[in-house]
């Protein structure tokens, strides 16, 4: 999904105040946190996820797979933490500003 600066503004600001609720460890992405992963986003729309690995580049590579694998967008990404969204497929609960 594509999003305008401002739609991303927006969401970053929304975001700013969460707590992540998923925790990417040692044992990287699984299917269990994929399935986990799958429900928060359907539940909460947008989300933080704190990667506790090493390396920059494995931490960059993980989000780019977890965005990927959920077809969710980037919302930001700060240290470790990162914000993704993804509309409830029923229902959403976050309203966009229109684009523009």
Known sequence: MKLT???KKYLRRAAHDLKPVITV???????ALIAELESTLEH???IK????VGDRNVRDTAIEQ???TAKATLVSR????AAIYRPAKENPKIVLPKPG
Not at 26 to 31: R, W, Y
Not at 78 to 81: F, L
């Open 78 to 81: 700060v240290g470790n933490i």
């Open 5 to 7: 600066e401002r739609q």
């Open 44 to 46: 909460h729309e947008l």
């Open 49 to 52: 996820i704190r990667f506790r």
């Open 25 to 31: 460890g040692d044992k990287g992405i699984t299917d």
């Open 66 to 68: 977890l965005v990927g």
